[in-house]
């Protein structure tokens, strides 16, 4: 198959399937449909992995919505990169992103994903400058706005032009 679409349905106790985005996604041109439900208890996913099987090499997943792929950041750059990496294409209705024409919406979330595993790296570090007792943001030999000596005055700044000061 070329094109399915997938989506996930909110724990609401008796919905089981969203008839207005499976409309949706057949109007689209979607060959097969496929959706989970979401649960409080963790992140089961099987039709979306069904939707992924079903797919050729260079077909596409569509969706309605961001949220309709994942319910997180995290949870939606996994299953970005998961596309990408068996040499898949998204399709986003709502906002409208299709990385056969945008293929740099894949590095942007390569990115993200990055940033994502660094940030506990970083915060543990900052962590741990504070409780050394470090300033946060200070560098060793970067003044951090504060007189070196005590009673020296820093010398005076000048406002830019387009900050307010004198435009003449």
């Keep these: 198959m070329n094109l399915v679409g997938y989506y996930r349905v909110p724990p609401v106790r008796g919905i089981f399937f969203s008839p207005a985005q499976e409309e949706r996604l057949l109007l689209l041109g979607c060959q097969e449909v496929f959706s989970d439900r979401c649960l409080a208890s963790g992140v089961v996913r099987p039709g979306l992995q069904r939707a992924l099987d079903a797919l050729e090499p260079g077909g596409a997943v569509a969706v ?5 792929l994942a319910g997180d950041m995290a949870g939606l750059v996994e299953a970005v990169l998961k596309l990408q990496a068996r040499g898949l ?7 409208d992103v299709d990385t056969r024409t945008q293929p740099g919406f894949f590095e942007t979330c390569q990115m993200l994903a990055g940033f994502s595993r660094e940030r506990p790296m970083v915060r543990a570090a900052e962590a741990a400058l504070i409780a050394k007792g470090g300033k946060a943001g200070g560098m060793k030999g970067l003044k951090t706005g504060a007189s ?3 009673g020296e005055k820093e010398p005076p700044t000048t406002a830019h032009p387009r900050e307010g000061g004198d435009p003449s």
């Design 64 to 68: 309605p919505s961001f949220h309709a």
């Design 148 to 150: 070196e000596k005590p």
């Design 89 to 95: 294409h998204l399709i986003v209705q709502q906002p």
